[in-house]
């Protein structure tokens, strides 16, 4: 069946790939189990580990999987029952790392905040000293486009000597994020948001404390286990066959992001989201988050009258522009536009001549 | 890194991917929570169960994961610590399921064989009637190049009533496979096996009572949930971002070989496996398996001085050649020439002109 995919991609992934990068994946895809390809996977870590900010003695892991793959396998390769976990629940992100500690029967409490609202030091304060042992945390809550306060969060987890595991899935290259500096013990991330690649493999860094955790338990699930991962990237390679089209594909953007620093290309998204938030000012949009990552801005209409979801549809069928719909609860009240990938300002002008139509046809207001 | 992929590519996968199929995977990646991508997928699930001969009322589900993934997701979304299963172990991946099946504490016993070794009825013979709920083997051992007696199997299950888990990762489109008449509950596979699509994807189809199944356990690893995966994919979507690019290039794929009939494609397999081992005899290398998959031929030199990963580095580094190495303590004594993908007879004239070479060298003999 063919599918259409020439829409200027505004979702918050897959995003558009760089032409180079996505030129990679029509190449032919090598046999693995050889020193090149693992040289190849040994400056991945490399690379990641420093765009990270990783601290001394830490480790990078590629999982071939969805982001939830990465969540999931921090999770069950770090705790057991005898944990006692805090996650920030504000939207579903955070919601599913609460589903994960379930499943895993790890007991948790759930700092539950309104969807869009942030965390603040009065949320936190009645959990000090409550006995927990890891923090979960979704850097930047993709669903609403809240970006935590991770110094915040940074601190708490040092003053009560909490594991703190971060989800950067989204927030990776569009917020500063500096591994040591916040203390962070395991940062997640995927192929498919800032890095610009293909969906399908998801990664993480691990700090020294993480990977003796790692290896002082026994993983719940078998194909995630961490300490396999952790064993076999020693020599550069992986437990079961990788995504090997998409790790080379990686290896390419984060050798290219490296060329220009982390900081240009950080700069590079936050030009493209500043740049679509001072104009999106003047038309009967919200923006639905107060404290916004630069991947994403989620919008609400003005008019109660209109139906997020309908934006959506219109701009995708009759505009050849995809933002992202909300599922749930936020469907008719919220969609996103992304600012990951490779965007520029005419692909702004583009969608806000949309909007200008969108606008004169009187769809925008109630 | 650049890494060299120019070689003729004779692995067990990935494979050498078809030009047309290979093209898609430098196109855009679109946004898959769209009617479209859901309709792609509902025609990729059809197509799959087709081919596989799958009963009435069947699933399919695709994950993003290894091999390995489709493995863990089957035996711990269908079976739990009250099952007793049955495994085949005649080489890494049979000990794979054993391993998996420890991971979550269910019982089972392990028909050992040694490698290269058939299954037979008189090793089924002490196993009738044993209190098995479930019985799990790979179709093809692709380790040790051995395709199991089918029939024999799919009888012993039939007569002790054992939900049948069939491993065809390789096996799939190589070798005769109908899963209605074997009676078979869950077939896997894999993208870069005969499919000769990037890895990063495996599949399975399941009859109705395995689906019942599902539903009726909970799973053990959340991200690997099949209950989350049929529940999505009764409207064409996954449950977490999934390897949106490989996906399309399987669906095409599965278009491609539907459009020539799966009987004509495994002829072609067949073809090349036959040509392979009509030459070869003519060799100091002794085909390992007494009964091969068409997928692979597994070759041990004749002469024990001869190293079988000798023969794998110098075909690689002299000429740009790649053929399978085994692992552990098959590495000395066996290498794999795979006849999945896109090859050709041509291609099996490039390998078997390096072989002469070797041959003058001194290098086949001890």
Redesign the interface.
């Known amino acids: 069946?063919e599918?259409?995919?020439?829409?200027i991609?505004f979702?918050v992934?897959?995003v558009?790939?760089p032409a180079d990068i996505?030129?990679?994946?029509?190449?032919?895809?090598?046999?693995?189990?050889?020193t090149?390809?693992s040289?190849?996977m040994l400056?991945s870590e490399s690379l990641l580990k420093k765009m990270m900010g990783a601290p001394e003695n830490a480790r990078a892991v590629f999982l071939?999987?969805?982001?939830?793959?990465a969540m999931?396998?921090a999770v069950?390769g770090l705790f057991t029952k005898s944990d006692k976990l805090l996650i920030v629940c504000g939207g579903s992100f955070g919601h599913r790392f609460c589903?994960?500690s379930e499943?895993?029967g790890i007991p948790y409490d759930a700092i539950e905040l309104e969807n869009g609202q942030p965390l603040t030091a009065a949320h936190l304060k009645s959990y000090e000293a409550g006995g927990y042992t890891g923090f979960l945390v979704n850097m930047h809550e993709t669903s609403t486009g809240v970006l935590y306060d991770m110094d915040l969060i940074g601190d708490f987890c040092r003053r009560n000597h909490l594991i703190l595991v971060v989800d950067a899935i989204s927030a990776f290259l569009a917020d500063p994020l500096n591994m040591e500096e916040l203390g962070a013990d395991i940062v997640l991330t995927?192929s498919?948001k800032a890095l610009a690649v293909?969906?399908?493999?998801s990664m993480m860094v691990l700090s020294s404390r993480a990977v003796e955790r790692v290896f002082d338990h026994q993983?719940?699930?078998?194909?995630?286990s961490l300490k396999a991962a952790l064993k076999n990237g020693e020599r550069g390679q992986t437990?079961?066959?990788?995504?090997?089209?998409?790790l080379?594909q990686i290896?390419a953007r984060l050798?290219q992001i490296n060329a220009v620093g982390v900081e240009a290309e950080r700069e590079r998204i936050r030009c493209i989201a500043t740049d679509f938030r001072t104009r999106i000012q003047n038309y009967p949009l919200r923006m639905f988050s107060q404290a916004p990552s630069n991947a994403v801005t989620s919008l609400t209409p003005v008019s109660s009258e209109v139906s997020a979801f309908h934006i959506f549809e219109v701009l995708?069928e009759e505009y050849n522009i995809?933002v992202?719909?909300n599922?749930g609860d936020l469907a008719e009240k919220v969609f996103r536009v992304g600012h990951l990938g490779n965007l520029t300002i005419a692909d702004n002008d583009a969608l806000f001549a949309a909007l200008d139509d969108l606008l004169r046809r009187g769809i925008l207001h109630g």
Chains 1, 2 share one sequence.
Do not use: W
């Open positions: 069946m599918i259409k995919k020439d829409h991609n979702s992934g897959p558009r790939i996505a030129r990679l994946g029509a190449e032919p895809v090598p046999y693995f189990r050889t090149d390809f040289q190849l400056e071939t999987g969805s982001g939830t793959a999931d396998a069950n589903e994960i499943a895993y995927g498919q293909p969906p399908g493999v993983p719940a699930c078998y194909y995630l437990p079961f066959t990788p995504a090997v089209g998409i080379i290896n050798n995708k995809i992202c719909p599922g």
